[in-house]
C-alpha cells in the first residue's frame, strides 16, 4: 500500500457523487480541500465522522476546505447514507477504487483477529493546486473536525 504523502500531488480523478453529479480534480483546484477515507457507509465509526464534520461544517468552510468523503459503497448507499445524516458535502461513490488506490488507502487490515483487505480510514488536506499538505493517520472519529481545524 503506498499512500500519498505531504508533497505529493493528487492525480486526476473523476467519479459519481451521492447525489449522481460527476466531480472530480478540476472541481477542487484553486481551493484548499479535504478528501476523507472511510470504511462503509452507515456503519457506526463512519456515521461518528461524518457527523462531526457535518456538525463543524461552518467552521471548516470558514476555514476555507471544502470536503469530499469517498468510500467503495454504491451510489445509492452514499445517497441513503447522506439523506439520513443530511451532510452537506459529497459523498464519493467510489465502487471500483479508482480514487481510493490513488491516494493508497487499499490494504490489510486487522478486526478480531481477522486479515482482510479494505479502506484504511485516513484524511488527506490539499492545497489549491491539488499537491497533499497534511496527511491525518489517525482519524479520531468523533473529533475528525477539531483535527483538521488545528493545522
Known amino acids: 500500500m503506498k499512500t500519498l504523502q505531504v508533497g505529493d500531488k493528487v492525480p486526476p480523478f473523476s467519479g459519481i457523487t451521492h447525489e449522481g453529479k460527476t466531480i472530480g480534480l478540476d472541481d477542487f483546484i484553486g481551493k484548499k480541500w479535504v478528501v476523507f477515507f472511510y470504511p462503509k457507509a452507515n456503519t457506526p465509526g463512519c456515521t461518528a465522522e461524518a457527523c462531526d464534520l457535518r456538525d463543524h461544517y461552518e467552521a471548516l468552510q470558514n476555514a476555507g476546505y471544502h470536503l469530499l468523503g469517498v468510500s467503495a459503497d454504491t451510489q445509492k448507499q452514499q445517497k441513503n447514507f447522506a439523506d439520513k445524516y443530511q451532510f452537506p458535502f459529497p459523498l464519493l461513490a467510489d465502487t471500483d477504487k479508482t480514487l481510493i488506490n ?50
Open 102 to 151: 490513488a491516494f493508497g488507502v487499499w490494504g490489510p487490515k486487522k478486526f478480531m483477529g481477522r486479515e482482510y483487505d479494505g479502506i484504511h480510514r485516513q484524511t488527506f488536506v490539499m492545497d489549491e493546486e491539488g499537491v497533499v499538505v497534511h496527511v491525518i493517520d489517525k482519524v479520531k472519529t468523533k473529533e475528525h473536525a477539531s483535527q483538521l481545524l488545528a493545522l
